[in-house]
């Protein structure tokens, strides 16, 4: 199993740029999630899935979309890059909300011009 | 104030010692804690849940404490392999009916030396 997978590892965008963050898992769980992670601010959710066709808002979702065509993917947009969105984002998956373990893909350093 | 709250550190310590860190929440509708370690430019990783009885792991104790809303983590015998960034993480219950979430803190840091 390759647990949770993201790519890229390493990402620069210019101001206004689009792209999109993928991520993937193996383990078929039902819940998926984006974090960032700033210096001080702890992992913060921007957007998450509790299945295939359905996604919610996290706590700090602005700039960013997703989708959850499959239960295996779920990719996440960036509109229009900002240099505030410069972060290290993570995507999780675990079986179920709340109380089960969550596994983290490895990250994408994203840095915003 | 905080969903949770660490001490950031860092705690430096010599392999071989013992080292508590202490994490507070605000939610005392929370249901669920867990601790997490950090390498440095690594992903989370889970460490141990932590059950209202307490629970041991190895080395490794953690408590909660619901009437202080706040939970621990006991390190024995240090390790060097155990240099890392602790996080607390909170499932933060918002009711009946919908998606529960995790709150992460800060992270506290741990550095042993020899």
């Known amino acids: 199993n390759a647990g949770v997978t993201q790519t890229p590892k390493f990402q620069v965008l210019k101001t206004g740029q689009s792209m999109t963050l993928q991520c993937a898992q193996d383990?078929?769980?039902?819940?998926m999630s984006w974090y960032r992670q700033d210096p001080g601010m702890g992992l913060r959710l921007i957007h998450y899935?509790?299945?295939?066709?359905?996604?919610d808002q996290g706590e700090v979702p602005n700039g960013y979309n997703v989708s959850r065509s499959t239960t295996e993917d779920f990719p996440l947009r960036l509109l229009s890059a900002a240099p505030s969105q410069t972060s290290v984002y993570f995507c999780?998956?675990?079986?179920?909300?709340?109380?089960?373990?969550?596994?983290f893909g490895p990250g994408t350093r994203l840095t915003v011009t | 104030r905080k969903e949770v709250e660490q001490d950031p550190g860092p705690f430096n310590v010599p392999e071989g010692a013992t080292v508590a860190f202490n994490c507070t929440y605000s939610?005392?509708?929370?249901?669920?804690f867990f601790w997490y370690r950090q390498d440095c430019r690594k992903e989370p990783k889970l460490l141990m849940s932590?059950?209202?009885s307490g629970n041991e792991d190895g080395r490794f104790t953690a408590q909660l404490n619901r009437a202080s809303q706040y939970i621990s983590l006991l390190i024995r015998d240090s390790k060097l392999s155990d240099s890392a960034t602790y996080l607390c993480?909170?499932?933060?219950?918002?009711?009946?009916?919908?998606?529960?979430?995790?709150?992460f803190g800060t992270g506290t840091r741990l550095q042993v030396t020899l």
């Open positions: 993480v909170v499932n933060a219950a918002r009711g009946t009916g919908t998606a529960s979430k995790l709150t």
């Open positions: 939610n005392s509708a929370s249901q669920s």
């Open positions: 899935s509790v299945g295939a066709g359905i996604t």
């Open positions: 932590v059950y209202s």
């Open positions: 999780a998956s675990s079986r179920r909300t709340g109380g089960y373990e969550q596994y």
């Open positions: 383990m078929n769980h039902e819940y």
